[in-house]
């Protein structure tokens, strides 16, 4: 799978759907992501990061 391909994928998920994170947790479990990852470089590190982080559960303590 080359980069984009992986970007195009994750962009493609509904993130509106009460499913995505578990859609999106169950692609970034597959073997084809897995082995994708490694050979991310540059530009396409850099946005893969940028949605995971815009996705990203923000789960916040009660303070003690």
Same mark, same amino acid.
């Given at each position: 799978?080359?980069?984009?391909?992986?970007?195009?994928?994750?962009?493609?998920?509904?993130?509106?759907?009460?499913?995505?994170?578990?859609d =999106?947790?169950?692609? /970034?479990? &597959?073997?084809?992501?897995r082995?994708?990852? %490694?050979?991310?470089?540059?530009?396409?590190?850099?946005? =893969?990061?940028?949605? /995971?982080? &815009?996705?990203?559960?923000?789960?916040?303590? %009660?303070?003690?």
């Open positions: 799978m080359n980069p984009s391909d992986i970007l195009k994928q994750l962009h493609d998920f509904d993130k509106a759907s009460p499913q995505f994170h578990k =999106l947790s169950n692609f /970034l479990r &597959s073997e084809e992501y082995s994708a990852v %490694p050979s991310l470089q540059g530009e396409y590190l850099a946005r =893969l990061i940028e949605y /995971l982080d &815009s996705v990203s559960l923000q789960i916040v303590s %009660p303070d003690p």
